[in-house]
Structure formats: structure tokens, C-alpha cells
Nanobody, 115 residues
Framework: QVRLAESGGDTVQPGGSLRISCVGSGFDFSRNGMNWYRRPPGKEREFVAYSRSGGGANYAGSVKGRFTISRDDVRSTMYLEMNDLKPEDTAVYYC?????????WGQGTVVTVSS
């Protein structure tokens, strides 16, 4: 059974930094690309970043240059390092895995950027 568990959400001031994590189980983590999505308050869920199996990443334009996605295949963990955080980055952040046309989601972790 696929399970994804996010952690690390917090309240930070504008300009601050934060790293959130996603631990995966029930699948071969090293062989799968993984995504980060987020849902800002009152808005639809949106793509944030993608980590390819074996290396490489893609980012949404709104976070490019500020966020870095990475993964530790030994620990089956994906990370999102967020720098220069802005109030518009406030959202519930979710990790996502697509296997055989099925989307799997974690429960989310809340990031609030506020002074």
C-alpha cells in the first residue's frame, strides 16, 4: 500500500527559509518521479516542483530560483527547500506520486508565511 507522509510545515516570516519532507513507503521510491503540489487558501491545488528518478527537476515559474527539490533514495524521502518565502507561498503542501495512472497524495503539511 502506497503511503506518503509530509512533515516540517511551520509559520515563518517573509524572506525566511523552511525545509519540508515527504517520506514514501509501499513502492520502489528510487524508480519513481515525485512531485510537490500546494493549495493556497481559497484556491485550487497547483504544481510546485518535480523530482525525476535518477536526477533532474522541474519547477513552477513562481518558485524557480527560490525553491529546491531533492531526494534521498536510501531514506525514501523527498525534500523541498524553500528560501526567500513570500506571503503568497502560504499553502498546504502535498507530495504526490503517479503510478499506473493513479495519483497518490499525502495528508499535507501547512506552511504559513506571515509577519
Amino acid at each position: 500500500q502506497v503511503r506518503l507522509a509530509e512533515s516540517g510545515g511551520d509559520t515563518v516570516q517573509p524572506g525566511g527559509s523552511l525545509r519540508i519532507s515527504c517520506v514514501g513507503s509501499g513502492f520502489d521510491f528510487s524508480r519513481n518521479g515525485m512531485n510537490w503540489y500546494r493549495r493556497p487558501p481559497g484556491k485550487e491545488r497547483e504544481f510546485v516542483a518535480y523530482s525525476r528518478s535518477g536526477g533532474g527537476a522541474n519547477y513552477a515559474g513562481s518558485v524557480k530560483g527560490r525553491f529546491t527539490i531533492s531526494r534521498d533514495d536510501v531514506r525514501s524521502t523527498m525534500y523541498l527547500e524553500m528560501n526567500d518565502l513570500k506571503p503568497e507561498d502560504t499553502a498546504v503542501y502535498y507530495c504526490n506520486l503517479k503510478i499506473e495512472h493513479t495519483d497518490h497524495w499525502g495528508q499535507g503539511t501547512v506552511v504559513t508565511v506571515s509577519s
